[in-house]
């Protein structure tokens, strides 16, 4: 797969696998994926699909045992195949990144003004005063209030929303051209979470950032990302633009996740759906579809011989299915 000059990223064939007593992980398992600037490619499925971990060998910020094949093409560079010095020009200066729970991510020893102020000081050889007179500007432009006293602040002293916002701070300091926010609503309650993605939704579009965004959740996505990528199992199994996957979901797993997703209109006394059974283990894989043991549409075909990721050129709609929900178009 070539790298058009219009992809800010190229994922080809990427995998990541991690020895394990018994076998060895895939975590991620050829997935290949392209993201354009300014546009957001969300990312979705189940706790343990492989998402975070996407997202950490995109960043080169893997367990040393990881053993990575494919190729990472970040604005016509291969990342692979740069020294360790140089992805670290790039981790936070064009690539930053936004994990899951702040409270863990951030220093709780260190100001949240010096935290900000650091891939300032490190990336961009900024002096410490003017450092920290744009971590005001950042903490500002994020919707925090009273930045100026807020910069002397300990992580603990703030909320949830807020770390999260200082997250998000931190991760644009150096204004970098990709943005992977992964799962930056999670345990955030529902007003925050809008407050949240509509700030990175305003920022992209102000800064022409290319962003991922990770959730598990469908319902975030609508709206929000231009195109839609479901994993399952360390690989991508459905992957259309947004609009045309919520309205013409092959899948059975992308259908399953969006039956389970609760609604306004629901009864108060509806049983929501669940899926049946759990993921497999993947460091032993089932033959055949990863999926046909949970899938209701499986047949014998199903178990014995994996579907690969087949493209549907007249929707550029892919998706990895023997019996789709929908029949391919003619």
């Not at 494919?70 to 994990?99: C, W």
């Not at 992957?239 to 919520?246: M, V």
Request: aromatic letters at 4%; a neutral charge; glycine letters at 8%.
């Amino acid at each position: 797969m070539t790298c058009p000059a219009r992809h800010l990223l190229l994922l080809d064939n990427l995998s990541v696998h991690i020895p394990v007593p018994g076998g060895i992980l895939r975590a991620v398992d050829g997935v290949s994926l392209s993201l354009e600037p300014g546009k957001t490619l969300a990312i979705v499925g189940e706790s343990g699909c492989g998402k975070s971990m996407l997202c950490r060998a995109i960043m080169g910020i893997l367990p040393g045992a990881a053993a990575v094949g494919g190729r990472i093409v970040f604005a016509g560079e291969d990342l692979r195949t740069l020294s360790e010095k140089g992805l670290n020009g790039i981790r936070g200066r064009r690539i930053g990144i936004v994990l899951q729970d702040p409270m863990s991510s951030l220093n709780p020893v260190i100001k949240i003004g010096q935290q900000i102020a650091e891939p300032m000081r490190h990336h961009l050889r900024m002096p410490a005063a003017g450092a920290m007179e744009r971590a005001v500007s950042l903490l500002d432009s994020v919707g925090i209030p009273q930045p100026a006293q807020r910069v002397d602040c300990y992580p603990h002293q703030l909320s949830g929303g807020m770390r999260q916002r200082v997250a998000i701070a931190i991760a644009l300091a150096c204004d970098p051209q990709l943005l992977i926010a992964d799962e930056p609503t999670t345990a955030l309650d529902v007003t925050v979470q809008a407050e949240i993605l509509n700030l990175l939704g305003r920022l992209q579009k102000e800064r022409n950032m290319g962003m991922i965004l990770v959730t598990h959740d469908l319902g975030v996505v609508a709206g929000r990302a231009h195109d839609t990528a479901v994993m399952y199992a360390g690989r991508i199994v459905e992957q259309a633009q947004t609009p045309e996957l919520f309205d013409r979901m092959r899948m059975p797993y992308t259908r399953a996740l969006f039956d389970s997703v609760p609604r306004l209109d629901d009864p108060p006394n509806r049983v929501l759906p669940a899926i049946d059974g759990q993921p497999p283990d993947l460091a032993a894989l089932p033959p055949g579809c990863r999926f046909a043991p949970r899938c209701m549409r499986a047949q014998e075909r199903c178990r014995v011989e994996e579907p690969s990721l087949v493209e549907n050129g007249r929707e550029d709609h892919r998706y990895a299915c023997w019996f789709p929900c929908i029949p391919p178009s003619p």
